[in-house]
């Protein structure tokens, strides 16, 4: 796995319907970004989680716009009029996150746009592995771009690391909150197909390379005593713990999806 680093050139505009704030902005590439930034309320933990969730999806076929590690200079924004954006911009010096920026595309509607059983039903499985609670009705967090389904907004996976106590119970959780996925209706009735596709593609070699992909700088945590390595160990077991009892999301979803039908 190679994730690229550019330099952001040019804050655009904020994208204002997240509360991290996130913004549209131009790299040296050439590229245009929504950039996600590490001096948010949420700090670091959100753009870790837009890392795994993100390379997740990749590695089980789903389309993610590419993501890029971007630099931002210790001078860059001191000009920008909004106080709040300033602050923001000083507190996220150094490696951001960035998605690829999708000109054009389209939120997807679930009334409006169709998704066959197989991709609902493995979507909805990695939602479940990645705790993920943000693929609601509400904010599917998907768009419709050249007619084919890409996924964004991967920063409220894994939400156990803003409390880090207790990894061990909450890796082995069903993920009761499945029941509101957006997708739910359309997963198979029987996931057993789906739950080996997906355990199939996502090795152990594949998580340890993109848990190795974390940059150190995004691991020293106010609070916690845990070393960077200590806290990529623990992600790497949360992931682990989560793939080898799959079963149990497994169940939860097949369960929320009867009641639901």
Not at 132 to 153: P, S
């Amino acid at each position: 796995m190679n994730i690229r680093t550019a330099d952001v050139t040019r804050y655009i505009m904020p994208l204002r319907e997240g509360g991290s704030l996130p913004a549209l902005a131009e790299a040296d590439d050439g590229f245009k970004y929504v950039v996600k930034f590490r001096g948010s309320g949420h700090g670091s933990r959100a753009i870790i989680a837009e890392l795994i969730g993100g390379e997740i999806a990749r590695l089980l076929g789903f389309r993610v716009p590419e993501i890029v590690f971007l630099e931002l200079d210790e001078a860059f924004g001191r000009v920008h009029g909004d106080e709040e954006i300033q602050d923001l911009l000083r507190g996220s010096r150094g490696l951001n996150i960035g998605l690829h920026f999708l000109s054009g595309a389209l939120g997807f509607d679930p009334v409006a746009h169709e998704v066959d059983a197989e991709t609902a039903s493995r979507l909805v499985w990695m939602d479940a592995f990645l705790t993920n609670i943000d693929r609601t009705i509400k904010n599917t967090n998907m768009l419709i771009w050249h007619k084919e389904l890409w996924l964004i907004d991967h920063g409220s996976c894994l939400y156990f690391h803003y409390t880090w106590s207790n990894w061990e119970k909450s890796s082995l959780s069903p993920f009761p909150l499945i029941k509101d996925h957006v997708l739910l209706p359309y997963v198979y009735k029987d996931m057993g197909e789906t739950d080996l596709y997906c355990r199939q593609m996502l090795t152990e070699d594949k998580i340890r390379s993109l848990i190795d992909l974390i940059p150190e700088d995004w691991l020293h945590w106010e609070g916690i005593a845990d070393s960077p390595e200590q806290i990529r160990m623990t992600y790497f077991q949360f992931l682990m713990n989560r793939l080898q009892h799959a079963d149990l999301f497994v169940k939860e979803i097949e369960h929320a999806r009867e009641i639901l039908i």
